[in-house]
T-cell receptor
Framework: LAKTTQPISMDSYEGQEVNITCSHN???????ITWYQQFPSQGPRFIIQ???TKVTNEVASLFIPADRKSSTLSLPRVSLSDTAVYYC????????FGTGTKLQVIP | DAGVIQSPRHEVTEMGQEVTLRCKPI?????LFWYRQTMMRGLELLIY????????DSGMPEDRFSAKMPNASFSTLKIQPSEPRDSAVYFC?????????????????FGAGSRLTVL
């Protein structure tokens, strides 16, 4: 089972860069790494994917080292609206999410 | 595209009653997932389907839970009889599918969820 591990919670002040790291110890060779964001009373929403090195889109950056045993989601200059739960699910067909990382952005 | 559509959005029922949650996946998506979310256990995968066929139901907590996908555009999750510990938010998600030799992530699109309260 492709299980991932991430911190339960993080706090950050507005305007700071936030990095959330996930461990992917059982990642399969062909699996891509994905991250999702969930706001209260909504379903999770896909935000970024990658296989190796660095990927950047309008929302976040994703850093994946060569051994692919971990990944880091980077949110630049967070605002209050970035307060959410962030997930790095494991698996490709059987996609498992877990408890995620609850990010609280403080004014 | 209307996205993944779930109904009802909220359901309050009494212990022992039957509950049926419904899901309409995104047209053209071949995989469908049912998840349950609680504060204590996070987002748990209950069951997933590929091309309307149940592939893995190992997350279904008990025989009281059952899921069906009679066609590509509809799925149900049934709890009979319901118990207070079943109270949770149930999410349905769909994805384009899982080809054998794939490139890229299996990106899921979630519905808004069905909040179930069993009294």
């Amino acid at each position: 089972l492709a299980k991932t591990t991430q911190p339960i919670s993080m706090d950050s002040y507005e305007g700071q860069e936030v990095n959330i790291t996930c461990s992917h110890n059982n990642i399969a060779t062909n699996d891509y790494i994905t991250w999702y964001q969930q706001f209260p009373s909504q379903g999770p929403r896909f935000i970024i994917q990658g296989y190796k090195t660095k990927v950047t889109n309008e929302v976040a950056s994703l850093f994946i080292p060569a051994d692919r045993k971990s990944s880091t989601l980077s949110l630049p200059r967070v605002s209050l609206s970035d307060t959410a739960v962030y997930y790095c699910p494991g698996g490709y067909q059987k996609v498992t999410f877990g408890t995620g990382t609850k990010l609280q952005v403080i004014p | 595209d209307a996205g993944v559509i779930q109904s009802p959005r909220h359901e309050v029922t009494e212990m022992g009653q039957e509950v049926t949650l419904r899901c309409k996946p995104i047209s053209g998506h071949n995989s469908l997932f049912w998840y349950r979310q609680t504060m204590m256990r996070g987002l748990e995968l209950l069951i997933y389907f590929n091309n309307n066929v149940p592939i893995d139901d190992s997350g279904m907590p008990e025989d009281r839970f059952s899921a069906k996908m009679p066609n590509a555009s509809f799925s149900t999750l049934k709890i009979q009889p319901s118990e207070p510990r079943d109270s949770a938010v149930y999410f349905c998600a769909s994805s384009p599918g899982t080809p054998l030799f794939s490139s890229g992530a299996n990106v899921l699109t979630f519905g808004a969820g069905s909040r179930l309260t069993v009294l």
